[in-house]
């Protein structure tokens, strides 16, 4: 079933104890990739929503593999360089 804001329903699903916590399995049809983080917010119907916590690459690793000294080294630093030609004004 989805309706104009192409929502899915993918089955119903029961919560779980797990420790002081309860559990709501996503199924894999969901396409939900491991380890994604996500944010729950109980809306004034009392509805759950579970929205996407879109990550930030400079805290969740992604550029942990960059060396940016090394990339300063050869580009430079746009708007650190001396002025040179006409365009230099004392």
Known sequence: MTNKNKERVLGEFV?????NSLSL???????????????????GDD???????HS?????????DINFRAELADTGNYGLEKPIGKQ???
């Open 15 to 19: 919560t779980r104890r797990s420790g």
């Open 25 to 43: 399995t996503v199924p894999a049809d969901a396409g939900i990739p491991e380890r994604k983080k996500y944010v729950l917010v109980v809306t």
């Open 47 to 53: 509805t759950l929503e579970y929205r996407a916590i």
């Open 56 to 64: 930030n690459p400079w805290l969740d690793g992604t550029y942990s």
């Open 88 to 90: 230099q004004t004392d």
